[in-house]
């Protein structure tokens, strides 16, 4: 039988599907004051990237490579913030932020900050991203 | 002419040196609030972990897994953080952090948090982190 990913209820409330490779989710979070994705490992009962197998974390960190890529080329960032924290979402998971100096967080790290501005549609930002990353051979999700 | 990779002012001020691989440094933040490390890959002038060619990234993340199992295996804890951000300091690092549900800034991530209770020698977990990865190939700093 084949088995089926359950994306965390939280992460689906929180972010919108934009695009997808064989392995990975990518969704942006629904907060407007950042350009800010998450991308999920369709792996179940994982918590931490070291539990991906080494195969699986290296098809992960190339899924990561290209939409930091396209991120940068997107969005003409001032930096990139990737990382795998978790400490509330227990499912693996990798935020990939675009940050800018101009933005509500910086220089700190942009969770736990403030309140965030709802988000229901996509932004142009997040528009772009895909149609790179479509040309990469991802899927619009 | 060999160059010599110059190790950023500020992360050096800020942590303690542990062990390295040929690519790799590995410290340990002088914050003994936590269980914190910084990996700084030796390669100058690279601000994000998509600045690495592929190939550097490859190994910068084997050893990233391995602190992470390191870490997991000499410290029993809850969760592993593990994050690229460098809005701060510019040189390209990666924290390798392990959490737990007690620790002084659970379950937010620990940037920014307070202030750093001083750290002078290699506290106990470090050392068995150290001679985890010793069996790994690593090289005492």
């Given at each position: 039988m084949m088995t089926v990913f359950s994306l965390d209820q939280r992460l689906a409330a929180d972010s919108l599907p934009l695009c997808q490779t064989d392995i990975s989710l990518l969704r942006v979070m629904r907060d407007a004051r950042f350009v800010w994705l998450v991308l999920v490992p369709m792996r179940d009962d994982l918590a931490d990237l070291v539990d991906l197998s080494p195969d699986d974390e290296t098809r992960v960190m190339a899924d990561v490579r290209a939409v930091s890529l396209a991120l940068r080329k997107g969005t003409n960032c001032d930096k990139l913030n990737v990382a795998s924290l978790g400490?509330?979402?227990?499912q693996l998971h990798v935020h990939i932020i675009a940050r800018f100096?101009?933005?509500?967080?910086w220089p700190g790290p942009v969770w736990g900050v403030g309140e965030a501005t709802p988000l229901d549609d996509l932004p142009d930002w997040a528009q772009s991203v895909r149609q790179i990353l479509i040309t990469k051979n991802w899927s619009a999700s």
């Open positions: 400490n509330m979402v227990r100096e101009s933005d509500a967080a």
